[in-house]
């Protein structure tokens, strides 16, 4: 979970399902994904600071809409029937990957556009996406960023890794004090997503904004056909 969400995002749509039907609570689900994701912000900072990739004029103001949308999610988590939630996380996905197959900042060498006012409200939108559900909000974060902001992938994904402390780190506490979890089975979510984060982090700015895209592109076709198959199931 770690490796991958450090990347592009989108483990949590592999992990949830999984430890739902492994039989662990779905609350206590929720918190454990959640503190993956402390983990890979905290994993992946240090490579993604030294990178000098992020926008910190755009961390500010993005770590309080996410964290203020996070709260309210974490806070208004209910039970949303099944196939409802597949649906939603379906078109979710459609849409991120109509995004991807958009030139970015890199491609086409334009100035920047000013649309991030509509972007600040889309954090707000992920912010409560990611403190509700966890699933894939790094991935929407990246397309928010890279679509309103003009930014390339990688400085999309360092961005988002530094805004995003604030909100996992609120959204957990919230899941965490609502579950029946051991702090000895959050250390170890934590810990084992610090490790694929960190090594993530470091193929990631390695390889750049190409490797990126290709890693969000393919996860998010993984995501698809990982939907389809749950809705054919049921």
């Known amino acids: 979970m770690g490796f991958v969400t450090s990347i592009s995002g989108g483990a949590g749509v592999f992990a949830v399902p999984t430890m739902l039907a492994l039989g662990i609570p779905p609350i206590n689900v929720l918190a454990l994904n959640r503190t993956s994701d402390v983990g890979v912000v905290f994993g992946a900072f240090r490579k993604y600071y030294h990178s000098k990739n992020i926008d910190w004029k ?88 890279t679509h309103f902001f003009n930014k390339s992938f990688l400085e999309a994904r360092a961005t988002d890794v530094a805004a995003a402390i604030p909100e996992t780190l609120i959204s957990t506490a919230v899941l965490y004090f609502g579950s029946t979890l051991s702090v000895i089975s959050l250390f170890s979510m934590f810990f084992s997503s610090f490790i694929g984060a960190w090594i993530g982090s470091h193929l990631a700015v390695k390889h750049g904004s190409v490797f990126i895209k290709k890693g969000m592109i393919v996860i998010s076709i993984v995501m698809i056909i990982k939907v389809l198959v749950d809705l054919i199931w049921v």
């Open 58 to 145: 755009l961390v500010l103001p993005m770590s309080i809409l996410l964290g203020v949308g996070a709260l309210v999610g974490s806070n208004f988590v209910v039970n949303i029937p099944k196939y409802l939630l597949n649906y939603i996380i379906l078109v979710g996905v459609v849409v991120g990957i109509i995004f991807l197959l958009k030139p970015t900042k890199q491609e086409q060498n334009t100035k920047p556009k000013m649309t991030g006012g509509l972007g600040y409200i889309f954090f707000l939108f992920v912010g409560f996406w990611s403190g509700a559900l966890g699933m894939a909000g790094a991935t929407f974060a990246v397309l928010v960023i």
